[in-house]
């Protein structure tokens, strides 16, 4: 069995989430993460993360519902450097095109439009023109020092240099996660239409990109959940995010910025499976591939607590099937001895099996309580699975 094996069925049921949306935009997020088993010596084929660092690199797609529900992984890369039985194939810098691919296969010719969103460091320009389907969309949030053509006037400028050529046309509050705290910011927004113009050693007019989008989001204020001030400027932010999305009205500016917040989610679920309840970086085997097989069963642990995390935020009240598979409410039904219909009901159900009680005090299972009740719901679906015709 292998990683993709392994997540065949996971990706079937995102699908399935993903048609069964009615929000006119999904989201798609990737970024990459590590995982630090420098202490693992016994570990075969196990190659580096940068010099004396062992360890294996992971780059996810996660897909989202426009309000920010996780609905599934999309794709999954693992590599290792040096001396290992998992090396990348070409430039590491084509993972990003490779999650691009697969947001193409898997969601290409769809119904909603799919806005697949990156930071920094998929400012590449070749990103910027490659081949998308037709629903779509590249959200990227840009730092290189590139020419940009105005559209509409034709001049040519670093695309700093246009924050203090455009008018303020609005204002947006996000929230992030800044040091472990959420921050509520206030942004002012400002927009044009440009061509990206490649290096000096290609032909602009030739080689420029198909017309894109540049919002420029300035972080003018930011409050703590309690309401107090906690604006830094030393923490400012300021977003230069580069969208094929058309932006000319403020609501348009507004929405790609809510896109753009809601990479914050991958950030999650990396800590998710890393920190926040799954610690897989203290898993035990003897070889790489075998952990690799071991962190895509993890992935889909820890997709299965944020989305259940977030559909509760939402509507904790909506359809179990949104966060559960059918198997998964039946195994849960027959332990509760009655009908589960909604994200709640499933969510008790499966915090008492590992035997979390209600109470004012705690009214629903954390994250660590989840992490522990998803692991056993996993190997009792088994088991009722073999135990069916």
Same mark, same amino acid.
């Not at 030739?206 to 830094?232: C, M, N, Y």
């Not at 969510?347 to 004012?360: N, T």
């Given at each position: 069995?292998?990683? /993709?094996?392994? +997540?065949?069925?996971?990706?079937?049921?995102?699908?399935?989430?993903?048609?069964?949306?009615?929000?006119?935009?999904? $989201?798609?997020?990737?970024?990459?993460?590590?995982?630090?088993?420098?202490?693992?010596?016994?570990? &075969?084929?196990?190659?580096?993360?940068?010099?004396?660092?062992? @360890?294996?690199?992971?780059?996810?797609?996660?897909?989202?519902?426009?309000?920010?529900?996780?609905?599934?992984?999309?794709?999954?890369?693992?590599?290792?450097?040096?001396?290992?039985?998992?090396?990348?194939?070409?430039?590491?810098?084509?993972?990003?095109?490779?999650?691009?691919?697969?947001?193409?296969?898997?969601? @290409?010719?769809?119904?909603?439009?799919?806005?697949?969103?990156?930071?920094?460091?998929?400012?590449?320009?070749?990103?910027?023109?490659?081949?998308?389907? %037709?629903?779509?969309?590249?959200?990227?949030?840009?730092?290189?020092?590139?020419?940009?053509?105005?559209? =509409?006037? @034709?001049?040519? +400028?670093?695309?700093?240099?246009?924050?203090?050529?455009?008018?303020?046309?609005?204002?947006?509050?996000?929230?992030?996660?800044?040091?472990?705290?959420?921050?509520?910011? !206030?942004?002012?927004? =400002?927009?044009?239409?440009?061509?990206?113009?490649?290096?000096?050693?290609?032909?602009?007019?030739?080689?420029?990109? /198909?017309?894109?989008?540049?919002?420029?989001?300035?972080? $003018?204020?930011?409050?703590?959940?309690?309401?107090?001030?906690?604006?830094? *400027?030393?923490?400012?932010?300021?977003?230069?995010?580069? !969208?094929?999305?058309?932006?000319?009205?403020?609501?348009?500016?507004?929405?790609?910025?809510?896109?753009?917040?809601?990479?914050?989610?991958?950030?999650?679920?990396?800590?998710?499976?890393?920190?926040?309840?799954?610690?897989?970086?203290?898993?035990?085997?003897?070889?790489?591939?075998?952990?690799?097989?071991?962190?895509?069963?993890?992935?889909?642990?820890?997709?299965?607590?944020?989305?259940?995390?977030? %559909?509760?935020?939402?509507?904790? /009240?909506?359809?179990?099937?949104?966060?559960?598979?059918?198997?998964?409410?039946?195994?849960?039904?027959?332990? *509760?001895?009655?009908? $589960?219909?909604?994200?709640? %009901?499933?969510?008790?159900?499966? @915090?008492?099996?590992?035997?979390?009680?209600?109470?004012?005090?705690?009214?629903?299972?954390?994250?660590?309580?989840?992490? &522990?009740?998803?692991?056993?719901?996993?190997?009792?679906?088994?088991?009722?699975?073999?135990?069916?015709?």
């Amino acid at each position: 069995m292998n990683k /993709q094996v392994m +997540l065949e069925g996971h990706l079937h049921a995102t699908l399935q989430r993903a048609a069964a949306s009615t929000e006119p935009y999904l $989201i798609a997020v990737q970024d990459t993460t590590f995982y630090n088993y420098s202490t693992h010596k016994a570990m &075969q084929g196990l190659g580096t993360l940068q010099p004396a660092v062992k @360890g294996v690199l992971q780059h996810n797609v996660l897909l989202l519902n426009q309000k920010g529900v996780p609905l599934g992984l999309i794709d999954q890369q693992y590599w290792s450097r040096q001396q290992t039985s998992v090396p990348y194939k070409g430039k590491e810098s084509l993972k990003w095109s490779k999650g691009l691919k697969a947001v193409n296969k898997q969601l @290409g010719g769809g119904a909603n439009k799919v806005v697949l969103v990156q930071d920094r460091e998929a400012d590449i320009f070749c990103f910027f023109k490659a081949k998308r389907a %037709q629903n779509v969309e590249l959200l990227v949030r840009v730092h290189q020092p590139r020419n940009m053509e105005v559209i =509409q006037s @034709g001049a040519v +400028l670093k695309f700093k240099e246009l924050r203090a050529h455009l008018p303020v046309a609005g204002y947006k509050q996000v929230e992030i996660v800044r040091q472990g705290k959420a921050i509520t910011l !206030t942004l002012s927004l =400002q927009a044009d239409r440009v061509h990206v113009l490649p290096d000096k050693d290609l032909s602009g007019n030739k080689h420029k990109t /198909q017309p894109l989008s540049l919002i420029i989001a300035r972080e $003018i204020a930011a409050v703590d959940e309690k309401g107090q001030d906690v604006f830094d *400027e030393h923490q400012q932010a300021e977003w230069y995010l580069l !969208t094929s999305l058309v932006a000319d009205s403020e609501q348009d500016m507004q929405r790609v910025v809510d896109f753009y917040a809601l990479r914050w989610r991958i950030e999650r679920f990396h800590y998710t499976l890393k920190s926040g309840a799954l610690k897989v970086e203290r898993l035990q085997f003897d070889d790489l591939q075998t952990t690799i097989h071991a962190l895509a069963f993890y992935s889909v642990v820890a997709w299965q607590l944020l989305s259940i995390s977030y %559909q509760l935020r939402e509507d904790g /009240q909506a359809a179990a099937q949104a966060c559960f598979d059918e198997v998964e409410i039946k195994v849960l039904q027959q332990l *509760e001895r009655k009908k $589960i219909s909604t994200v709640e %009901q499933a969510m008790l159900a499966l @915090g008492k099996i590992v035997g979390f009680a209600r109470s004012k005090k705690q009214p629903l299972p954390g994250v660590r309580v989840l992490a &522990q009740a998803l692991e056993r719901l996993f190997y009792l679906k088994k088991g009722y699975q073999a135990a069916s015709p």
